[in-house]
């Protein structure tokens, strides 16, 4: 596994750089500081830009059904098995489905096994949550012409979604965990992604004359759930904030300047 790194510093054509060189008194800030507060902001559209996009309650729900959805791939109800059995074997799938409403369900394997489904080699029993895992491709997703078992009780089913669904965002904590690592305050993002204090996140600071800030994600499965056209946005919106922020800056400061000037004239 090898970490994602993104570095933020002001280089000589920086329009950033070249207004903080010009009036070094008026925007009372120093380079180390802008470049901490670049780091985060690109931090936060780093985590904007990676699936599920954006940070909106739709965002979120999008990211839950897709865990359900590819759950649902992996474990199978039941009653899905009866249906699927009784278009190959309807009296196999009426003593499937008997032996399931009396919980008798190593003998509803059996007659699973003994018929003319296409799911007759399936395990009929308790949810194994490492056929999920082993399941899921290296994109984190799921692709499954058929499930992998059938599962005796979906409550266990249902809670084992609302397990996963937690980890929505899961990705996205990591960016945000690097915009903590550095100080100061991080804004914009949302507590669906914030929550995940335990995302490999990180990022080191160098100080000096070149001041430097490295954001670094360890996730092992980053790249797959990023583009390069989102890290391409990210940088550029994440620069564009930081360069309108310090021109408001000035602006208004030279405002405040001339209200001055007015007064004592």
Do not use: C
């Not at 018929?115 to 799921?142: E, F, I, M």
């Not at 507590?191 to 204090?197: A, P, S």
């Amino acid at each position: 596994m090898s970490d994602v790194r993104f570095t933020s510093k002001m280089n000589g054509t920086s329009d950033v750089n070249r207004l903080l060189n010009r009036y070094p008194e008026k925007v009372g800030r120093t380079l180390e500081s802008l470049v901490k507060q670049e780091a985060r902001g690109l931090a936060v559209e780093l985590a904007r830009n990676t699936r599920p996009f954006g940070f909106s309650e739709a965002a979120k729900q999008h990211g839950e059904k897709a865990v359900a959805k590819d759950i649902g791939k992996v474990f199978a109800l039941p009653s899905d098995a009866f249906e699927k059995t009784k278009l190959a074997d309807p009296v196999a799938a009426d003593r499937f489905w008997a032996n399931i409403q009396n919980r008798r369900f190593s003998r509803a394997e059996k007659t699973l096994q003994s018929s003319n489904s296409l799911w007759k080699d399936l395990a009929v029993g308790r949810l194994d949550p490492k056929l999920h895992n082993q399941s899921r491709n290296t994109k984190g997703t799921v692709t499954r012409s058929k499930p992998a078992q059938i599962v005796t009780s979906p409550k266990a089913r249902d809670a084992y979604i609302a397990r996963i669904q937690k980890r929505v965002g899961f990705a996205k904590g990591a960016w945000i965990n690097a915009a903590k690592a550095i100080g100061g305050r991080v804004r914009g993002s949302e507590q669906w992604v914030t929550r995940h204090k335990q995302s490999p996140g990180t990022a080191t600071v160098k100080t000096g004359t070149k001041p430097s800030v490295t954001l670094i994600n360890s996730l092992d499965y980053i790249d797959q759930v990023s583009t390069a056209t989102g890290i391409d946005l990210a940088l550029q919106v994440a620069a564009g904030r930081l360069r309108k922020a310090l021109s408001t800056s000035l602006l208004k400061m030279a405002e405040r300047a001339n209200r001055s000037l007015r007064r004592a004239g």
